[in-house]
């Protein structure tokens, strides 16, 4: 059976469209991309009184932001004794503490703009996919605690509660997290900069960027845009431009939504859910009541019928009550990851940022780094960065990292989860 190739997000996101660039701008800031970075920054701006432009190549939330799985989680992937190894101690303080509050930023911005994107605020569950993974939520729940987070260790039988399945051996509960619909939150983002007084222009490829004088000079749909600062905010989708391209390693990550569902047994708690495996997967119920499963793996890719068998059996393997429930959406979207997995700020020239590097966790940080920026870039104050600007971040053999992760997630999900 054809795997389903349609992105819920978009088929359920309400419509958003604007118009390409169709003349010469001067603005206060020029904004390259339409994500949850880009749509945070033109917001901020266009809030702080500045003349802002975003210009998007496809359409707004076209890139990761409207791939992602939707869980606003709380810091990163790394536990908080990590950041700080990696960074020392202040730098890694700070982010850490920026990163803590994003989901607060995150719901804080959805309330005030009245953004529709089904904000749900119940947390999400860290799950133990093994004993070995319950030892190592034990050990950032310690963790977290020491750095202030409410987090909460459950045994698997609370887990087994709330989550509706046997298949785990705990979770790590983080209250300050929650769910959303990402491309509604990005598209919601523009609406609210728009209505701020922000420049928002879809179809508008930047194909050159220079500095001339004390400015900026973008060249866009044959038309230049004049600048006093400019953000790079394509992350991991990032078109032309080669001299300012971003880099990380592309790491694809795919999904799959059943039709909504009537099954209140199932994450009766309504949080969001990712797992303790190597090669990860998570899982989540939109307000619909759809299933929606991913996993690392391209879906559109030539192991993209093995990603889509093992979907199948995984959601057999964690609801066996599910095992015949066809999936009716799928897609794919691509993670930008740095070899240290923590985000970046480059500064590509004066007044210029590029943020970057999210690791597969865009929302708090595109929201945190996206406002931040801006503001730094318009009134000189960087003190309130997550992370100091560094002027130059390099990453080696992206390409066949890239494609060692894609293998390897392939021949994970060739063989797990098969009785």
């Excluded at 130059?392 to 063989?415: C, F, I, K, Y």
Aim: proline residues 6%.
């Amino acid at each position: 059976m054809k795997a389903p190739t349609t992105n819920l997000w978009r088929a359920s996101a309400a419509p958003f469209s604007a118009a390409a660039l169709q003349t010469d701008l001067q603005v206060d800031l020029a904004v390259i991309g339409s994500g949850f970075t880009g749509n945070a920054a033109g917001l901020e701006a266009a809030r702080m009184g500045a003349k802002v432009v975003v210009l998007e190549a496809e359409t707004v939330g076209h890139g990761g932001s409207g791939r992602n799985v939707g869980l606003a989680n709380a810091g990163l992937w790394l536990p908080p004794e990590t950041v700080i190894a990696q960074m020392g101690d202040g730098p890694g303080r700070r982010l850490i503490a920026a990163l803590a509050a994003a989901p607060e930023r995150v719901y804080t911005t959805i309330a005030r703009e009245g953004i529709d994107c089904e904000a749900t605020r119940n947390g999400t569950l860290h799950l133990a996919h093994s004993p070995a993974g319950f030892r190592d939520l034990a050990d950032r729940h310690r963790q977290g605690l020491a750095f202030g987070a409410p987090l909460q260790l459950l045994d698997a039988a609370e887990t087994a509660r709330r989550t509706g399945s046997t298949a785990f051996h705990g979770a790590l509960f983080d209250p300050r997290a929650g769910t959303i619909q990402p491309l509604a939150y990005a598209r919601g983002l523009a609406r609210a900069a728009q209505r701020a007084g922000a420049m928002i222009h879809e179809a508008s490829p930047v194909t050159a960027l220079a500095r001339q004088g004390d400015q900026w000079v973008l060249r866009c749909n044959g038309h230049t845009v004049t600048a006093k600062a400019v953000l790079i905010a394509t992350n991991a989708y990032h078109l032309g431009l080669q001299a300012f391209a971003p880099q990380y390693v592309p790491v694809s990550y795919c999904q799959f939504a059943t039709a909504p569902l009537n099954r209140p047994e199932i994450l009766p708690g309504g949080e969001g859910c990712w797992d303790t495996a190597m090669v990860m997967s998570s899982f989540r119920i939109d307000q619909a009541g759809r299933m929606i499963l991913g996993g690392i793996g391209n879906a559109e890719g030539a192991l993209g019928p093995v990603h889509a068998a093992w979907a199948r059996r995984k959601l057999a393997a964690v609801y066996p009550a599910l095992k015949d429930v066809p999936f009716e959406h799928g897609w794919r979207g691509r993670i930008a990851m740095t070899s240290d997995h923590v985000p970046k700020i480059l500064e590509v020239g004066p007044n210029a940022f590029a943020c970057f590097g999210y690791s597969g966790r865009g929302i708090g940080p595109g929201t945190v780094f996206g406002t931040e920026s801006a503001r730094a870039l318009l009134t000189g104050d960087r003190s309130n960065l997550p992370v100091a600007p560094v002027s130059a971040h390099r990453e080696s053999m992206t390409g066949p990292r890239a494609a060692w992760v894609e293998a390897g997630a392939g021949l994970v999900h060739a063989t797990a989860e098969r009785v």
